[in-house]
């Protein structure tokens, strides 16, 4: 039986970027972490459910957490920058338009495309000598004690930590075992997602068209392609999801418009349903969950993963303080004392609460075609796109800055 400062279920996205931030800490001897990290296969574009073929947008401030973690110098050239967003409701006027340059920035954020960046995680976290990676392996029972977790793989390995983090995503089996209060709401709405081809180059343009059905989200890519969020409602979705690509593709251009000129050509279509799963005390005695596990949001504001970011960041913080305590000579740091992993709760509480809120009456507000609404979210964008103040307010927290 070996035993970690910190065991990591799951190796996606926010699980790896977890382990590599932990890895560069030092205790005040000036030795690192033991970190385990549990992952079930490796990150194959066709079998990795963390890294598959989808892309996400990092805020602007998430870049900045991903500097402050090491990272960002091995992911930058993987991103393609976002110069100017778009953000339009469909059959009326209402439009905003954001560029990087009037906030003296050189993008309002980046899109990076996860089965790439799981590559050069992954090849990275074998390389670590802080970090033990056990792949491909499954949890089969942990169980908490008074000073520990004691974990069994289902290859009969045993370890046991001083803190173990729930990264397993949505389902995540940790989330569930410990029964944590929740709150979900269905939106009786799926995502569809694809990587889509058009015609005019997208120039680093990311777009965001509300319809009756849901937001159309297109994020600019590299080899000029764009990663495609539509979110309409479920029936509809599976109409879309047995189209051919043609019929698929006359679809898109009815609800997207044209501009980008004709949407030439789309890669493989997923679909995803849509709810809030939001677990309003992620942490327990010597467990904590972070990004999906704790809460998975609607990709309306495209904020999913940067609040997940900000989860790892905090914990990140959280034990480097701790590791800078005086006291941490004489006395090592308990990881997962009830301390520190209440200061990391308290700390995520607003941020969550906050993000939570906005992305629900946005999905709410954007997503129907009563009359009223459609009519209130119109005039709040005309006066948005003529008001400088509100219009940088928005630019400000797509760019993850309150």
């Not at 790896?16 to 932990?22: E, F, I, K, R, W």
């Not at 390389?127 to 392996?137: G, N, T, V």
């Not at 569930?176 to 929740?182: A, G, H, S, T």
């Not at 009815?254 to 939001?278: A, M």
Request: aromatic residues 6%.
């Amino acid at each position: 039986m070996t035993h970690y400062d910190v065991v990591i279920n799951g190796g996606g996205l926010a699980g790896a970027v977890l382990a590599l931030g932990l890895s560069q800490l030092e205790r005040a001897d000036g030795s690192t972490l033991r970190i385990a990290l549990i992952e079930r296969s490796a990150p194959d574009q066709n079998r990795h459910p963390g890294f598959d073929a989808r892309s996400i947008a990092l805020a602007g401030h998430s870049c900045e957490l991903l500097q402050q973690l090491g990272l960002w110098s091995l992911l930058r050239d993987l991103a393609t920058p976002i110069t100017a967003i778009q953000v339009s409701d469909q059959g009326h006027f209402g439009q905003v338009n954001m560029q990087a340059q009037d906030y003296s920035v050189p993008a309002l954020g980046n899109v990076i495309e996860l089965a790439p960046v799981g590559q050069l995680l992954y090849q990275q976290l074998q390389q670590h000598p802080a970090i033990e990676l056990f792949c491909p392996a499954q949890i089969a029972t942990w169980q908490q004690a008074a000073d520990q977790v004691m974990v069994t793989l289902d290859n009969d390995q045993r370890l046991t930590t001083s803190l173990l983090v729930a990264a397993d995503g949505h389902h995540s089996r940790i989330s569930r075992q410990l029964k944590l209060p929740r709150r979900q709401f269905d939106y009786q709405q799926s995502a569809i997602i694809a990587n889509v081809q058009t015609a005019m180059p997208h120039q680093g343009r990311a777009f965001e068209r509300f319809t009756p059905e849901g937001p159309i989200a297109l994020l600019p890519m590299s080899g000029e392609r764009c990663s495609l969020v539509w979110c309409v409602s479920n029936a509809r979705a599976k109409q879309l999801m047995a189209c051919d690509d043609s019929a698929f593709l006359t679809r898109l251009q009815q609800e997207f418009g044209y501009r980008l000129g004709r949407i030439t050509r789309t890669g493989t279509r997923h679909c995803y349903p849509l709810v809030l799963d939001e677990v309003t005390r992620p942490w327990h005695h010597r467990v904590v969950l972070v990004g999906n596990a704790a809460h998975l949001l609607h990709p309306i504001a495209g904020q999913g993963f940067n609040l997940g970011l900000r989860d790892v960041a905090a914990l990140v913080e959280q034990v480097r303080q701790a590791l800078l305590d005086p006291s941490e000579a004489e006395h090592p740091v308990d990881l997962g004392s009830h301390q520190l992993l209440s200061r990391y709760g308290q700390s995520r509480q607003a941020d969550q609460a906050a993000l939570v809120g906005i992305t629900s009456a946005l999905a709410l507000l954007f997503s129907n075609d009563h009359p009223v609404l459609a009519a209130g979210r119109n005039l709040g964008l005309m006066t948005m796109a003529a008001c400088s103040s509100l219009k940088h307010s928005l630019a400000w927290q797509a760019m993850g800055k309150r």
